[in-house]
């Protein structure tokens, strides 16, 4: 967006704040998710945010590049909870209610 025509120079320089929630900036374990998108098209995305992929180092540094306003700071807020993992019980009942 930074490096895009005036229309998107002028959005990106009018943003003020913005807010990402469930955003993996640093990784997320994908032990879990590989089973649910093994063989679909967001297969490769899901590879690519293993905490310290290539792609995700890639990510920030880029926008790190972009993000050069010298008054604004990026304060990254993140769960300390462990979450439950959705488990299909009865997968008949899930293929009937797909």
């Avoid at 790190?64 to 019980?89: G, H, L, W």
Wanted: charged share 25%; hydrophobic share 40%.
């Amino acid at each position: 967006m930074k490096g895009g025509d005036e229309m998107d120079r002028a959005n990106f320089n009018s943003i003020y704040g913005a807010l990402f929630f469930g955003v993996p900036n640093r990784g997320i374990r994908i032990e879990h998710w590989l089973s649910m998108v093994n063989g679909q098209p967001n297969e490769s995305l899901v590879k690519k945010l293993r905490p310290g992929s290539k792609y995700l180092r890639e990510l920030g540094a880029n926008f790190n590049a972009a993000f050069t306003f010298p008054d604004s700071k990026i304060i990254s807020i993140y769960e300390t909870e462990k979450t439950r993992t959705a488990r299909v019980r009865n997968l008949r009942l899930a293929l009937l209610l797909y």
